[in-house]
């Protein structure tokens, strides 16, 4: 059986515990040991990249293997997906030649591809991803893909477990202003680990701004399953409310998916009111505050609050390498 990693609700809370675990003997240099000696890993990177590239490329060398980085119509050719398309367009080679060469030459492929916000429907269904998932033989690790991104989300649950121990939290999720749509991978992600790891989620969002509704049914059933709870709320400012966990993105709305100027005259109204700010964050109970990055200040959060004390951006941001490696080592074994 192949032990990919797409999304964390492939695995139990006990399974994500036991990487949340490994992830930190990794950070306090309990663990010395190589499981990618002599072995290679795959990064396919349909997208850009800093902190998922970087901390990728960190964690193979660290576990003792060697990174390969592919940019697919950069480095390596222009890739087609679809089953019985005639490739007499600008793709030049098919996934299914692309991933049973690539395999026979790595242990693990790590493939990042976005959502092209263009066609909801199909998007949803992770074509890209599910491409490699179908002709692959080597485990596939989905470093952020049209609905998901498990590996920001499980560096998420580290972050939190360090600040606050295995107390569950009040977490809050917020939709923030941005000037552009983006795609919910992240806020998916983080709203189902945070259901799965027990705690009380709450997330606030303009109307019309909802997230996927087959992925919000998901995170409740976790919910109830792992001792938490979810609530939905299109008040911002109360929104903030006792919180502990404040955690900023912006997404775009499903409604207008592929139609970008009319997702931009929806939100636009939301300009001012929806940024995470010093009146909004006195209003918790002394939370923490959290962004994925990359941010746009005083867009998404301004200064005063990103620069703050009780921001842990950078946490996360290194967590991505100890969690990756705890994700990369249980593959491996």
Not at 38 to 53: D, H, I, Q
Not at 294 to 321: G, H, W, Y
């Amino acid at each position: 059986m192949i032990n990919n990693f797409l999304k964390t609700s492939d695995f139990s809370r006990d399974e994500l515990e036991e990487l949340i675990e490994t992830a930190l003997q990794f950070k306090s240099g309990k663990i010395a040991h190589k499981p990618l000696a002599g072995k290679s890993v795959a990064l396919v990177f349909f997208n850009p990249s800093l902190r998922t590239r970087a901390s990728m490329q960190v964690g193979i060398y660290e576990l003792g293997g060697n990174a390969v980085i592919l940019e697919p119509g950069n480095s390596s050719w222009t890739l087609e997906h679809r089953e019985g398309v005639v490739m007499d367009g600008d793709k030049t080679e098919h996934l299914k030649e692309f991933v049973r060469v690539l395999e026979r030459y790595v242990s693990v492929i790590g493939v990042r591809t976005f959502a092209n916000l263009k066609n909801w429907e199909e998007e949803r269904l992770e074509p890209i991803l599910s491409a490699f998932e179908k002709y692959a033989s080597k485990p596939i690790i989905n470093l952020e893909s049209a609905m998901h991104h498990p590996c920001q989300a499980m560096a998420d649950m580290l972050t939190i477990r360090e600040k606050f121990g295995r107390k569950k939290k009040k977490v809050l999720l917020t939709w923030a202003w941005h000037p552009k749509p983006l795609p919910m991978a992240v806020p998916n992600s983080f709203a189902l680990a945070s259901a799965q790891m027990g705690h009380d989620l709450r997330i606030a969002h303009p109307k019309g701004f909802e997230l996927d509704g087959e992925l919000l049914a998901e995170v409740e059933t976790q919910a109830k399953e792992n001792g938490g709870t979810v609530e939905l709320t299109n008040k911002i400012d109360e929104a903030f409310e006792d919180m502990e966990v404040v955690y900023a993105k912006s997404w775009g709305s499903y409604h207008h998916y592929g139609n970008a100027n009319q997702d931009l005259r929806e939100r636009q109204i939301y300009r001012d009111k929806w940024i995470v700010d010093e009146a909004k964050m006195a209003r918790t109970s002394d939370a923490i505050f959290m962004h994925c990055l990359p941010v746009r200040r005083n867009v998404i959060v301004t200064d005063a609050v990103i620069d703050s004390a009780n921001s842990v951006i950078f946490d996360e941001a290194e967590n991505r390498l100890h969690v990756q490696k705890a994700i990369m080592a249980k593959i491996i074994k």
